[in-house]
């Protein structure tokens, strides 16, 4: 047992003995690579040397790409290495120390410079928050994290089945390709842990090292450009804009087969405009105010507003045609073939036009002759229909008996004074009734006629309401379906 707590005790006093010593070295180690370093100056140390700067990114998440201010918000990790070559020691005289953590501030930093950037105040948040690494061959480690903002052309015109490719340029901003020089690590960056963005995904993010020739300067400045490819997901567009426009535009058809009757055709068409102008108002607030590439979803919204335009305008159209014959007025000979016998028979629309029979012989149905009228009058009656022509028959032929039909006495036979008064008034009766009957008779040919015209408008409309839903039904087709195979 006794032995055993010694065995403890000689480890415990080892292992201290041991962290102090490292401690003691790494000190030693530390205060003879820091004395008399300066972290203003560039590591060269033969002339002519230029530091070579290993730059890598790993991309962890896609926070925000802001269309309209056209501006890329991501969150990365940057992984970057260079050579110091005052910073070097022999590992024996160190007890075979080879790595040795520092503060950032103890050591030179390239500045590096996201040249794009838009952030306001900090290119790199949390720069100088971590802490570098430095191997004994004065290799000099640098990761951090950060959130960084940069400029990003975005091209709306396929919007929502659009791809972006969004550049972040890394480079030196202060020293020149002679002095330092800036190399990818390599050719791809890291993906392996990057988050999935719910409207984006990313297909590739390569890497590809530049060098550029500035008017200001004659030195080369190289450069390494991280291109980030993302595909956008259009779900949500296509259930939130694209659909609901053209579902809009559906109902607009349907403008055509409502009936002129319920006086709602006008307002159905005004109030898919009005939809429809609020689906562009909505995809132009999104959008980047440009003229150059505006999106092909915006000239459908666009091309959709002009067809329900033309739609509004052809029903007001088709209202004309239909109380054109309220007034009297005859359907020229040009329109009735046209519509009714060309038009309408390749619609296969049915005319429902009201047969006015002329009848010539209307005179001889009501003679002058009214010596033969009979003491009786015949019951007439005048209800039901009196638009149909069969009832306006009836009449005339009422009216006929009514002149032609009677009692008649042979002027040789005996009669009293007061028989022939009687007939006499039987007579008189019989012509006043014919006069009325061919009143009758002639205001319900009247309307009769101006039926048959109306009929023939609204027949004519019909025929214009059909051929116009066909013709805006056929465009609709061929706007949507050019727009997607365009988009897509």
């Known amino acids: 047992m006794d032995a055993f707590v010694f065995l403890m005790i000689s480890s415990f006093i080892t292992d201290s003995v041991y962290s102090v010593s490292n401690q003691v070295i790494s000190k030693n180690l530390r205060d003879f690579l820091f004395t008399g370093y300066d972290v203003s100056i560039l590591p060269q140390c033969t002339s002519g040397e230029k530091v070579t700067l290993n730059v890598d990114m790993a991309l962890r998440q896609i926070l925000e790409l802001n269309e309209r201010d056209q501006i890329l918000t991501a969150n990365i990790w940057m992984r970057t290495n260079w050579n110091d070559c005052r910073l070097q020691w022999d590992t024996i005289s160190y007890n075979n120390i080879t790595y040795l953590t520092v503060t950032f501030h103890d050591v030179w930093k390239p500045d590096t410079t996201l040249y794009d950037s838009a ?107 991280f291109t980030i490819v993302m595909e956008r997901r259009p779900a949500f567009y296509l259930l939130t804009m694209l659909l609901p426009c053209i579902l809009t535009s559906c109902v607009a058809a349907l403008g055509f087969l409502l009936p002129v009757e319920s006086g709602e055709k006008v307002s159905l068409e005004i109030t898919v405009l009005l939809s429809l102008a609020v689906f562009l108002l909505l995809v132009s607030e999104s959008l980047p105010p440009s003229s150059d590439d505006f999106p092909v979803i915006g000239s459908y919204f666009a091309c959709s507003m002009v067809l329900v335009s033309f739609s509004l305008l052809q029903t007001v159209l088709v209202l004309n045609v239909f109380y054109r014959g309220t007034n009297g007025r005859r359907v020229p000979r040009w329109a009735n073939v046209f519509f009714l016998q060309f038009l309408g028979r390749a619609l296969c629309i049915q005319s429902n036009k009201v047969a006015v029979q002329s009848d010539s012989t209307d005179e001889e149905q009501f003679p002058d002759d009214t010596n033969n009228a009979d003491n009786s009058v015949v019951p007439i009656n005048v209800k039901g229909d009196v638009r149909n022509h069969s009832n306006i028959s009836t009449l005339k032929f009422r009216a006929f008996e009514l002149q032609t039909t009677g009692i008649y006495r042979n002027p040789h036979s005996q009669q009293t004074n007061i028989q022939n008064d009687r007939h006499l008034l039987a007579n008189e009766s019989s012509d006043s009734a014919t006069t009325n009957l061919k009143r009758i008779v002639g205001h319900l040919e009247e309307d009769h006629l101006n039926e048959s015209i109306s009929a023939e408008w609204r027949d004519i409309s019909n025929v214009m309401d059909r051929f116009f839903f066909i013709l805006y039904a056929l465009v609709t087709v061929i706007t949507t379906m050019s727009f997607l195979l365009q988009a897509v």
Not at 135 to 151: E, L, M
Request: hydrophobic share 30%; proline share 7%.
């Open 119 to 225: 952030g306001e105040e900090v290119m790199f948040p949390g720069w100088e928050d971590f802490r570098v690494s430095i191997s004994n061959s004065g290799q000099v480690t640098y990761n951090f994290p950060s959130v960084v903002k940069s400029i990003c052309r975005v091209n709306v015109k396929y919007f929502p089945f659009d791809t972006q490719e969004c550049n972040l340029k890394f480079g030196s901003w202060s020293y020149n390709g002679f002095d330092l020089d800036i190399v990818n690590r390599n050719s791809n960056g890291d993906l392996d842990n990057f988050i999935e963005h719910t409207e984006w995904k990313i297909r590739k993010l390569p890497a590809e090292r530049h060098e550029f020739y500035y008017n200001c300067c004659p030195e080369p400045y190289p450069d390494v450009t």
